[in-house]
Nanobody, 117 residues
Framework: QVQLVESGGRLVQAGGSLRLSCAAS????????MRWFRQAPRKEREFVAG????????YYADSVKGRFTISRDNAKNTMYLQMNSLKPEDTAVYYC??????????WGQGTQVTVSS
């Protein structure tokens, strides 16, 4: 049974930083590309960042490029999202997911990030 568990979300002031984690189990993590998505209130879920199996290649939405960094530790079965220079518009529930393109097979339950102005 695949499980993805996000953590690290909290209330932070604009300009601050957070690091989200996604702990994976029930899959061969090192063989699985991964993504972060987010969903703000009254908006559709959107792609944030993606990372290949090895971590060698990463991909970002234009809205977070230069501020967010996706990474992974395959020995720990964990993916991360380092978020710097946070803005109120980054407020959302952040989800980790498997795959790097196309349909998502597995989602985490999400972690709330709130950025106050």
């Amino acid at each position: 049974q695949v499980q993805l568990v996000e953590s690290g979300g909290r209330l932070v002031q604009a300009g601050g930083s957070l690091r989200l984690s996604c702990a994976a189990s029930g899959l061969t993590f090192g063989n699985t590309p991964m993504r972060w998505f987010r969903q703000a209130p009254r908006k559709e879920r959107e792609f944030v960042a993606g990372i290949t199996r090895s971590g060698y290649s990463t991909y970002y939405a234009d809205s977070v490029k230069g501020r967010f960094t996706i990474s992974r530790d395959n020995a720990k079965n964990t993916m991360y999202l380092q978020m710097n220079s946070l803005k109120p518009e980054d407020t959302a529930v952040y989800y980790c997911a498997t795959g790097i393109t196309g349909t998502v097979n597995y989602w985490g339950q999400g972690t709330q990030v709130t950025v106050s102005s």
